[in-house]
Each structure stands twice: as C-alpha cells, then as structure tokens.
C-alpha cells in the first residue's frame, strides 16, 4: 500500500500500488508524492486543518485553486 493524494479533490488515502481512480471523486489523477520528490506516508494519519510538506513548505490540503 501506497498512500497517494488525488490532485482533483485533494484527499489522501491508502492505495495500493496498481490502482489509479481516486476512491472518492473517481479521477485518475493520483500522485504518491509532493512535487518536492517527498513521498506521501506522512500525511495520511494528519487531521488538522491545515497540511504542509515539511520538505518544501507547500500546502497540500484541500483542493488546488483552480478546481471548479
């Protein structure tokens, strides 16, 4: 199992390895890791309003700006 974030809705859940469609909204638009190259794991069992990578700083909770 793989914890991957869905870049449409923004939510984080266990995968495994060959599963593509994000469990809840249905796109395949997973990714198993920041954009900084830091993988995944450490985000799944935070439940605070806000979320950030500690390797670079992004924001990750939450939907991206441009979805609609």
Same mark, same amino acid.
């Given at each position: 199992?793989?914890?991957?974030? !869905?870049?449409?809705?923004?939510?984080?859940? $266990?995968? &495994?390895?060959?599963?593509?469609?994000?469990?809840?909204?249905?796109?395949? $638009? /997973?990714?198993?890791?920041?954009? !900084?190259?830091? =993988? @995944?794991? @450490? $985000? /799944?069992?935070?439940?605070?309003? &806000? /979320?950030? !990578?500690? +390797? !670079?700083?992004?924001? /990750? +909770?939450?939907? =991206?700006? &441009? @979805?609609?």
């Amino acid at each position: 199992m793989t914890t991957k974030r !869905c870049t449409v809705c923004g939510r984080f859940r $266990a995968y &495994e390895d060959d599963d593509r469609y994000c469990l809840l909204c249905g796109n395949d $638009a /997973l990714e198993d890791r920041c954009t !900084c190259g830091r =993988p @995944f794991e @450490f $985000a /799944l069992d935070e439940t605070g309003p &806000e /979320l950030h !990578c500690p +390797r !670079c700083g992004l924001s /990750l +909770r939450g939907r =991206p700006t &441009e @979805f609609d």
